[in-house]
């Protein structure tokens, strides 16, 4: 099941990109069924929160009538930054499963491992999930990016 969780992870990152945004998606689920849904949207949204896993944590609270979201587990294309993953701590989610490794921001391991501090609550289950596909969507996106900056930067050159 982990697998198909993360595949509907990686369908709302292509759809965060067919828009224009960093390719991230995220999916919580509890007991078996998926009970909030994320993708970034910040370029859209000029909002610095609007980050998949706060999204799909937002609705899993909304859904499930409460702050704290026991026997559920979060699905993400790339790893949690330090203002997700302060969100799945104090939402109490037991288990994270993420895709890629964020060099740059990575707040499982990467950069700082917020996971392993003793705070009163952490996730009890940290798995890396689907990297490659996850990876592989975030490279494609960002070489489009540059080669749309390198198109637009020689047509004004032209111009």
């Keep these: 099941m982990d697998r198909q969780y993360m595949g509907l992870a990686l369908d709302l990152a292509r759809c965060a990109a067919a828009q224009g945004e960093v390719p991230v998606g995220a999916v919580v689920v509890h007991r078996g ?11 859209q949204s000029k909002n ?4 998949a896993e706060i999204k799909a944590i937002d609705m899993a609270c909304r859904n499930l009538g409460g702050w ?7 699905y993400v ?27 740059k921001f ?10 392993s501090q003793p705070f009163t609550y952490c996730p009890k289950e940290v ?16 070489a489009g990016l540059r080669a749309r900056k ?4 020689e047509k004004g050159r032209e111009g």
Excluded: K
């Excluded at 610095?48 to 980050?51: E, G, I, K, P, R």
């Excluded at 790339?78 to 109490?92: D, H, T, V």
């Excluded at 798995?127 to 960002?142: A, C, G, I, T």
């Design 33 to 43: 069924r998926v009970v909030g849904w994320g993708y970034n949207t910040r370029e």
């Design 106 to 115: 990575g707040a499982c391991g990467s950069v700082v491992d917020l996971f």
């Design 48 to 51: 610095a929160l609007d980050h």
């Design 150 to 153: 390198r198109a637009e930067r």
């Design 127 to 142: 798995v890396q999930l689907m990297e490659e596909e996850s990876r592989q969507l975030l490279r494609e996106f960002f």
């Design 77 to 103: 294309t790339l790893e949690p930054c330090a203002m997700c993953a302060g969100a799945i701590i104090n939402a109490r989610i037991d288990r994270v499963c993420f895709g890629a490794r964020d060099e």
């Design 68 to 74: 704290r979201l026991p026997d559920c587990a979060l």
